[in-house]
């Protein structure tokens, strides 16, 4: 079982920058491909990036393509998301996820955390 902690979220001002934190129990951290993803009010969750358990391939929501940078650091068990230039609308509930090497890119995230809230004020 792979507990996932979020932590980093706030209220910011449109334009300006957070970044978040996702601490994972799990010793091998390293063989966990690792998600955002987000849920604003009345909205379905949805995808923000990811990045492979290697560490060599990331991608990203078009929404926050150029803004946004996912990042890890297996030393820590920690996975980052930089968020720049942020607008309101990435005002949301931003969960962390994980999932194995093993399940592949096409499988469902396994472990997800509680969930950090991110305002952006115009």
């Known amino acids: 079982q792979v507990q996932l902690v979020e932590s980093g979220g706030g209220l910011v001002q449109a334009g300006g920058s957070l970044r978040l934190s996702c601490a994972a129990s799990?010793?091998?951290?390293?063989?966990?491909?690792m998600a955002w993803f987000r849920q604003a009010p009345g909205k379905e969750r949805e995808f923000v990036a990811d990045?492979?358990?290697?560490?060599?391939?990331?991608s990203y929501a078009d929404s926050v393509k150029g803004r946004f940078t996912i990042s890890r650091d297996t030393a820590k068990n920690t996975v980052y998301l930089q968020m720049n230039s942020v607008k309101p609308e990435d005002t949301a509930v931003y969960y962390c996820?994980?999932?194995?090497?093993?399940?592949?890119?096409?499988?469902?995230?396994?472990?997800w955390g509680q969930g950090t809230q991110v305002t952006v004020n115009t």
């Open positions: 996820a994980a999932r194995h090497r093993t399940i592949g890119a096409s499988g469902k995230y396994e472990y």
């Open positions: 799990e010793r091998t951290f390293g063989t966990y491909t």
């Open positions: 990045i492979w358990w290697s560490g060599l391939v990331r």
